[in-house]
């Protein structure tokens, strides 16, 4: 008797579109974030994160509009990410049907914004998002990068999920710039050392190639796991994810939303 | 066409979502129009008390939760509908705010106490309590009929550890990190879930289903 570990897909949304490739069963629109939704609820996606990469407010318009969309279709929790940098961003995304927001770089610039959003409306709707790297810069080994990871931001990734736990953030989604894409298996040393600091749940991000990947993140301190790319492509299927955590002893929902 | 009339708008329940500015709204209402009913969202008492169902949803802290509440007569509300037999349902927050109080970073804020008990921090490390989990209905439980072994959605960090299971009084309970608190109860026209539904996919739904079956 205890908590599921979730498994999330997240989507990156461009005006309204999925970016990234999907190619994926009988859509009739593979760009359309509320189809793949529906298509995610229904094999059992345990949340949905939409992740926003516009960059006009023509763009953030459209996104709002897919967020309402699929909070009309979608009856799991749906997380939105993206250019949140205040009280007034996460409140347009709630009402428009957002159950949680999560924000990044804002955060780091402005850690009060953390405070005034979850005093507002709980702790539960923030997910702190780090897009973290292994660096020989910081004393935890791992720094937190900006820009697509591109840049280093100069601070200790492990140290600013403490202290953004601290002050009041809901859950963390620790994303591996340096496993992002390789497929390689998820950086369980990073899991681990962010585990080691912070008590709220931890998403553990980026690497994800099989299966088999997803469980060590698990047993490293994970309470749930997120991929995209391999989600989007058909390389990995959620159930499959689901039986594999199963199979490693953890507890999983197995029915369809 | 010779259809049957059964299952026509006409036939369909009115459930009212009570909207007393506790965010998560809409997602109650199309969950509850999913499960088969007439939905309006409104914060008219007079709506609100002839509706075949009442809902509270509640997201957030439990004194401004207990205040917006208040604000729209609420608490009288709920009471009035307790009274005269009419269904009630209450989610989360609102559910919490049925007990006697509420303790949140060490002050007391008063419910609405149709339930004794308080509301207080679950005593677990991994906070807050995210996530699907199981809960154990006893048996005659109309809330979860058919859906026993389901998983539901739980976001919270406060809940109430200690309820007596008296005659009419039917209690879920759930756990987290060994904690043991209240994910459910049905009493009379009153019931109510910490968790939420309206989040829980198709076994939300089901459970909605129940609920609307009883109006």
Partial sequence: MSVAVRVIPCLDVHEGRVVKGVNFVDLRDAGDPVELGSVYGHEGADELTFLDVSASVEGRRTTLDVVRRTAETVLIPLTVGGGVGSVGDVDGLLRAGADKVSINTAAMRRPEVITEITQRFGNQVLVLSVDARRSAATPSGFEVTTHGGRQSAGVDAVEWAARAAELGVGEILLNSIDADGTTDGFDLEMIRAVRAVVDVPLIASGGAGRAEDFPPAVAAGADAVLAATVFHFGTVRISEVKQAIRDAGYPVRLGAA | ?215
Wanted: net charge negative; glycine share 14%; with cysteine.
């Fill in chain 2, 1 to 215: 066409m010779s259809t049957p009339t059964a299952g026509r708008a006409d036939g369909r329940k009115r459930v009212v979502v009570l909207d007393y500015g506790s965010g998560n709204l809409r997602s109650a209402e199309r969950a509850v129009a999913h499960a088969g009913a007439d939905v309006v969202v409104t914060a008219d008492p007079e709506q609100a008390l002839a509706a075949d169902g009442l809902v509270v949803p509640g997201v957030g802290a439990f004194a401004a939760c207990m205040a917006g509440l208040t604000d729209v007569g609420g608490p009288g509300l709920i009471a009035r509908r307790v009274a005269e037999g009419r269904p009630t349902l209450a989610i989360c927050v609102g559910h919490q705010v049925l007990f006697d109080a509420g303790i949140e970073h060490g002050v007391r804020a008063p419910g609405c106490a149709v339930w004794p008990g308080l509301v207080e921090q679950l005593a677990v490390q991994r906070l807050p309590h995210m996530g699907w989990n199981t809960v154990e209905p006893p048996a005659g439980s109309g809330l979860f009929a058919g859906i026993e072994d389901e998983r539901f959605y739980f976001v919270h960090s406060y809940g109430v550890r200690m309820l007596a299971e008296t005659p009419g009084r039917t209690v879920t309970w759930a756990e987290h990190e060994g904690d043991r608190f209240v994910a459910a109860v049905e009493e009379g026209p009153l019931w109510s879930t910490q968790f939420h539904p309206e989040k829980s996919g198709e076994a939300g739904t089901a459970l909605l289903r129940n609920w609307v079956a009883t109006l």
